[in-house]
């Protein structure tokens, strides 16, 4: 089925569940296929944590954790 709701949570902590994970939802890139979205506010130098989601009619699924660091 299409999602219905996909985006991404992100996290300074590797775990990705709790009150310290921040998440984006991509509203007007629903359906299948890949999508990309830009987050701001991140702090200098620090390593992050992420991974894409994507919830239709059958619940919710994730991808990998994958992780980078920002710039100084």
Known sequence: ANATQRG???SESA???GGSVS???LGSQI???SFTDNVSGLKHNKNYYYRAY???SAGTSYG???NFKTKK
């Open 15 to 17: 775990n990705l569940t």
């Open 64 to 66: 990998a954790i994958v």
């Open 8 to 10: 991404f949570a992100y």
């Open 23 to 25: 998440t984006t939802t």
């Open 54 to 56: 994507a919830t239709n």
């Open 31 to 33: 359906g299948i296929g």
